[in-house]
């Protein structure tokens, strides 16, 4: 489950670096909006690789799909449903209106992971 868990990671890296430097002009321009946008799933993907038991790593690919699927919906509504010249501040804020979901999930997961251990131990 951890590798499925890396390969949605990266998937999800490629897809929304692309999906950012489609709309950015001049495509690189989008590495601003990488730290706001993707934020907490680089906190869900440096989880992948300290958390290895099963229950943890199921909990973060579905953080993970929740996560991007979030990113998806704002990106659409911004730029496609609601489209204003002040669309571009809605990625400044995709991160920070997800964490109190994601910070929940992050936080089962730890408690997955240690009771993981307590079993083994």
């Known amino acids: 489950m951890v590798k499925v868990n890396h390969i949605l990671a990266v998937i999800v890296w490629v897809s929304v670096c692309v999906v950012l430097a ?7 321009a989008f590495l601003f909006f990488v730290p706001f946008t993707l934020g907490p799933h680089a906190v869900s993907h440096a989880l992948c690789f300290v958390l290895k038991s099963c229950g ?17 919906f704002v990106y659409i509504d911004a730029f496609y ?41």
């Not at 489609?22 to 690189?28: F, I």
């Not at 943890?56 to 998806?72: P, T």
């Open 22 to 28: 489609r709309g950015s002009e001049p495509a690189h």
């Open 81 to 121: 449903w609601n489209l204003d010249a002040q669309s571009a501040i809605a990625l400044l804020f995709v991160g920070v209106v997800s964490l109190p979901v994601m910070i929940p999930v992050w936080a089962v997961a730890l408690v997955l992971e240690g009771a993981a251990k307590r079993r083994v131990d």
């Open 56 to 72: 943890a790593a199921i909990l973060l690919g579905i953080g993970m799909l929740a996560y991007v699927s979030w990113f998806f």
